[in-house]
């Protein structure tokens, strides 16, 4: 791989002595990640199920290294959620952000969902999780991901970070700001990074860095979390984006993060010495050190609450909007507190969806995050909020393919569950009917209705058993020729 000369130079300033071994690293393959679904299976549980031989990798407690050939796409634990397949070091910022249940957490730069799969996970079913991505195309992508991954406490959006700042100022507990860089981490990865290089380096994207972080600011509250992070090598799209926030709202402070043979300290020296010991607490990761591909962190925390000109504080002004648009939540959502074919079909799942939480908008049946129950978004793109239940048409209820992901073998009252290796999962995952008998379920064969289709215990999809047939109800988006070829 040929490195522009200009790079090459950048390089040997920033490394020093460390310049050969880092040119040294370009010549290997790099790793391939695997990251598990904590939310469906703890690591040592899917270690012990894994098909493919792990490694753990030490910074990460769910993120193992994959062989190279493992085919871990066609596999259908892929198809169950029950992993993300993802660079090892890429895995970082998501686990390094300081999670808790009930958070209403941000995912700025969220596609194709790497990260905020695994900030979803960590929140437990509980709290928000907003992932948001200003492409409209990525961020379908990126809704996938999380369906698939079983997450329902979801707001999915597609807007430019200004925007998104304006209905939600002061709003969240923690923010995840995994910015766009110009690449220089991933030059190994992909070597088309190169050419992008050339025609945006840092000068282009550290002005837009720098509006995102300022955006991403407002909407944090008071002693909330920010973890900014890149997969660049330029300081002035590092450290100096720290420096940036740090200038502009001096309410931010760096926070230390947890250390492990092989990270390295931000630089300091293009920097004021009033900064040194801030940016000493940012993370650097280079492919010489680890066995990953280069990354960049720093976790900022907002200082005590600021008032506005008027002297009412952002938050407050938030929980105004928020009382007098109570009730408006999303474009025409109705309140479907009443939904008879919904509560006929939810007595056969053994979980509990809040009648609170219910919406109903042009026949499709949804169920909010708590945080959006009163919080208006009209007007704003977005692509989901909540959890998908199903349609409701015709005193029907159909029940739709991210309600099943969210769901167990043991949490329906009609599942069938094959092994791994039946090929009958196979021809599932491709669309196809399936014939069932007598043996192929726990209890008493059901007869007709819908049936919960899993793979050794988690959850894949839906089907419609009809005189011992399994008409398949798949998602066609997701169907194997079309999705995973």
């Known amino acids: 791989m040929e490195l522009p000369e200009a790079f090459l130079e950048h390089m040997k300033d920033l490394l020093g002595d460390d310049y050969e071994a880092y040119l040294e690293s370009g010549t290997s393959a790099g790793f391939r990640g695997l990251r598990v679904n904590t939310s469906k299976a703890e690591a040592e549980k899917f270690e012990e199920i894994s098909p493919f031989p792990l490694e753990e990798i030490p910074w990460i407690p769910n993120g ?25 070091s890429a895995m970082t910022p998501a686990a390094f952000l300081p999670i808790q249940e009930g958070d209403r957490v941000l ?15 960590r929140l437990g079913g509980t709290g928000l999780l907003a992932a948001n991505d200003i492409s409209n195309s990525r961020a379908k992508g990126l809704l996938k991901n999380l369906e698939l991954f079983g997450q329902g406490n979801i707001l999915v959006t597609s807007e430019s970070p200004e925007r998104l700042a304006s209905y939600f100022p002061q709003f969240f507990d923690k923010i995840l700001v ?9 030059f190994r990865k992909d070597p088309a990074m190169v050419k992008d290089w050339l025609e945006h380096g840092p000068d282009w994207y550290a002005p837009i860095q720098r509006e995102i972080l300022v955006q991403a600011a407002r909407m944090l509250k008071p002693g909330g979390m920010l973890l900014y992070s890149t997969c660049t090598f330029s300081p002035k799209e590092n450290e100096g984006a720290v420096t940036h926030l740090l200038e502009s709202e001096p309410s931010f402070r760096v926070c230390p993060l947890p250390e492990y043979d092989g990270f390295a300290p931000g630089r300091t020296e293009e920097y004021r010495e009033s900064l040194f010991w801030q940016l000493k607490h940012c993370v650097r990761i280079y492919p010489h050190r680890m066995k990953g591909e280069g990354h960049f962190l720093a976790l900022l925390q907002k200082g005590e609450e600021d008032t506005g000109k008027d002297g009412e504080s952002e938050e407050a002004g938030t929980e105004k909007r928020t009382r007098k648009q109570k009730g408006s939540c ?10 008879p074919e919904w509560e006929e079909f939810a007595e056969t799942l053994g979980i509990h969806i809040p009648k609170e939480s219910l919406r109903l908008y ?8 708590k945080p959006l129950w009163n919080y208006s978004i009209r007007g704003l793109r977005f692509l989901r909020t909540g959890l998908y239940l199903g349609d409701v048409e015709k005193k029907r209820f159909t029940p739709s393919q991210p309600l099943a992901m969210t769901l167990r073998k043991d949490t329906c009252k009609v599942s069938v569950d094959f092994s791994s290796s039946d090929q009958r999962v196979v021809r599932y995952l491709k669309g196809e009917t399936l014939t069932l008998e007598e043996g192929d379920f726990d209890t008493e064969f059901p007869g007709s209705g819908w049936c919960l289709v899993c793979v ?24 194997w020729q079309h999705a995973s070829g």
């Not at 995994?178 to 991933?186: L, R, T, Y």
């Not at 999303?330 to 939904?339: R, T, Y």
């Open 178 to 186: 995994d910015a766009p860089c110009s690449g220089e981490g991933m």
């Open 64 to 88: 193992f290294y994959l062989e190279a050939d493992a085919p871990a796409s066609r596999h259908p634990y892929y198809a169950a959620g029950l992993y993300y397949l993802q660079e090892p």
């Open 456 to 479: 050794d215990g988690f959850s894949l999809g839906w089907g419609k058993l009809v005189n011992g047939q399994l008409r398949n109800k798949y998602y066609p988006g997701w169907r």
């Open 107 to 121: 995912d700025l730069c969220a596609a194709p969902g790497g990260k905020a799969t695994e900030l979803a996970a």
């Open 330 to 339: 999303g474009v025409s959502l109705k309140a479907a507190h009443a939904c």
């Open 362 to 369: 042009d026949k499709r049946l949804y169920s909010l995050p």
